[in-house]
């Protein structure tokens, strides 16, 4: 067997989705499995004076969790964190885990592409919702959809997952 995986990551604290398309030796498509999964984050004291917990990667789980794919037959989207000075704190977060991400992704071999969420959101969610909460349900919704058995494990959405969905219909890019 062959297999092609296709990793989706949602920037900050959000999801990765992983799918995989099964082939034969002679390249017959077989089956296509899916998962979605928390980024693995660690909650730790910030620096700061006023006590406060601040939210990073998980680098080591989320090493671990790229060594299981070989990254000549693995294509990684990683989409580009939020910044927003009116929303500083979780710029920051974002900012942290996608440097972090970048990192565990060079030391494992895997090759990225950074997108922007209307890249993805655009060709798989309906047109004309508006607003982050509406987003993150539609989200959600269409995972549920496309992917029923996987309903118990999408929470607030699944862009992650979408993500990979979006990546393995563009093909090996």
């Given at each position: 067997m ?13 999801t990765?989705?992983?799918i ?16 979605i999964?928390?980024?693995p ?10 006590k406060?917990?601040v ?14 794919f ?7 989207a990683?989409e580009?964190?939020m ?54 349900k ?34 090996e890019?």
């Open positions: 062959h297999l092609i995986t296709y990793i989706g990551i949602d920037n900050g604290v959000g990765v989705g992983l995989t398309n099964v082939y034969t030796e002679a390249g017959k498509f077989i089956r296509q499995e899916a998962d999964l928390p980024v984050i660690r909650k730790e004291l910030d620096y700061t004076k006023k406060q917990m939210s990073r990667l998980d680098i080591k789980a989320m090493r671990q969790l790229l060594k299981g070989k990254p000549e037959n693995t294509f990684v990683l580009r964190p910044v927003n000075p009116g929303r500083f704190k979780a710029s920051a977060v974002g900012l942290r885990i996608y440097e972090a991400m970048l990192i565990a992704l060079e030391d494992t071999g895997h090759r990225r592409l950074v997108i922007d969420s209307k890249a993805w959101q655009k060709e798989i969610l309906p047109s004309g919702i508006k607003g982050s909460d509406k987003l993150k539609a989200s959600a919704q269409i995972g549920k959809q496309l992917f029923p058995h996987l309903e118990k494990k999408i929470k607030r959405d699944a862009d992650g997952l979408l993500i990979a969905y979006w990546l393995s219909n563009k093909g890019l």
